[in-house]
């Protein structure tokens, strides 16, 4: 706890005079124009990959950047992408999967999760990029295709949200599928065959 204690000690000190002029906009302007969907993990940090400023990005984290389809009824993934969307207006939604992602590496690896029957349970929202790479062998490589899989089974997820159907219909969002790789670095931004083009090296 020290540590984030002298960050924030930091962050006043060295980091926030500087942008002091965009705070000051920013305490009464809340303009972002992507909803980033990433997830939970510790190393994927969206403002750091995309050298974001803050009031860019509309942020939601969750295990295995999962997004569960629409079922009617309130949770916080779903009033999150309809306040960005219909409210707030973003015009462009990441969903970003990673490398060495562990919900991913579970389900891959069909891991035992008995201890931890909640996380079993909301892994359910990646059947559809399970049932995909069923029948490849578990390693590295059906790993990597699953990250990939449930990337684009995620965004498929999305667009059963009323609030992104209507934006899409309307042309007032783009959607986008990103897997980033923490060894190197790198983005692939994927395209609708599945191949992939790395963004920046
Ligand atoms: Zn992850």
């Avoid at 000051?24 to 510790?42: E, K, Q, V, Y």
């Avoid at 969206?46 to 974001?52: A, H, K, R, S, V």
Wanted: charged share 15%; glycine share 10%.
């Amino acid at each position: 706890m020290q540590d984030l204690t002298e960050g924030v000690a930091r962050f006043q000190r060295d980091v926030f005079p500087a942008k002091a002029d965009l705070f000051t906009h920013l305490a009464t302007h809340h303009t972002p124009h992507t909803l980033f969907i990433g997830c939970s993990d510790a190393r994927v940090v969206p403002e750091l990959i995309t050298q974001g400023e803050p009031g860019e990005l509309f942020v939601i984290r969750t295990a295995g950047n999962l997004v569960p389809a629409y079922t009617p009824g309130a949770n916080g993934v779903t009033a999150s992408i309809e306040y960005a969307v219909a409210v707030l207006g973003v015009t462009d939604i990441v969903v970003c999967g990673h490398s060495a992602c562990g919900a991913m590496t579970a389900l891959a690896e069909g891991h035992d999760l008995s201890g931890a029957p909640v996380v079993a349970d909301w892994l359910r929202h990646a059947d559809a990029a399970v049932a995909r790479t069923a029948g490849m062998a578990a390693g590295p490589e059906k790993t990597g295709a699953l990250v990939r899989q449930n990337v684009y089974a995620q965004l498929t997820n999305l667009t059963t949200h009323p609030s992104v159907a209507r934006a899409l219909a309307e042309k007032k969002v783009a959607l986008h599928g990103w897997v980033f790789d923490i060894a190197s670095g790198r983005v692939e931004a994927l395209d609708v065959t599945g191949t992939g083009t790395a963004l920046a090296s």
